[in-house]
């Protein structure tokens, strides 16, 4: 009887300390990170426009934010963003954009395919009427026959946050293919 819970008490205490790594794993990511050195001229994104030329709406996700986030010396206030992710110099960054204006350049820590099949497992369904399903049918077909009608589709977004011990807060921006991973603080140092 002795040795099971003294074998409980190792699994509890490797599970904390495992824990424990993990959160000053992104204690130490998030002081390695290097603040954004650069901005873009009248803060015009100038990959934006090839984005959404295909495109009849913004395909970036958006992120409502209801209490300010912190990156370092970078203060993201409260609002409505469109996340877009960039590489810069051979860095990913998240940018943060407002009214089709870049507000705030927050660094990117992690890139990473998105598995197969995610999308369709955490996206809603489309529901439509009959008149809309219609309609969809008929544009379709005129898009197989008509190669000037044909359209790329928009790339899936998604969003997850994370809400981590010591004031600090993940973020993942999924956009097409890949996956972006940021961390913020609730509270500023």
């Not at 469109?82 to 960054?93: A, D, M, N, Q, V």
Request: charged share 20%.
């Amino acid at each position: 009887m002795k040795k099971i819970i003294l074998v409980l008490c190792l699994i509890l205490s490797g599970t904390g300390a495992f824990c424990g790594e993990e959160i000053n794993n992104y204690e130490q990511i998030y002081r390695d990170l290097e603040p954004a050195n650069f901005s873009y001229v009248h803060n015009i994104d100038p990959g934006e426009m090839y984005d959404v030329q295909n495109n009849m709406w913004s395909p970036y996700p958006l992120f409502r934010l209801m209490s300010p986030l912190y990156f370092k010396n970078v203060a993201v206030e409260p609002g409505y963003y469109l996340l877009t992710p960039r590489e810069h110099k051979g860095k990913w960054y998240i940018l943060f954009k407002e009214a089709g204006r870049v507000k705030y350049i927050v660094p990117a820590y992690d890139r990473k395919i998105v598995p197969m099949g995610f999308y369709e497992e955490n996206l809603p369904k489309v529901k439509m009427t009959p008149t809309q399903s219609i309609h969809v049918k008929l544009l379709d077909f005129m898009g197989k026959h008509v190669k000037s009608s044909q359209r790329k589709p928009a790339p899936n977004t998604f969003l997850e946050a994370t809400d981590l011990d010591n004031n600090y807060i993940s973020i993942v921006v999924y956009w097409g293919n890949y996956k972006y991973y940021m961390i913020l603080r609730t509270i500023q140092l």
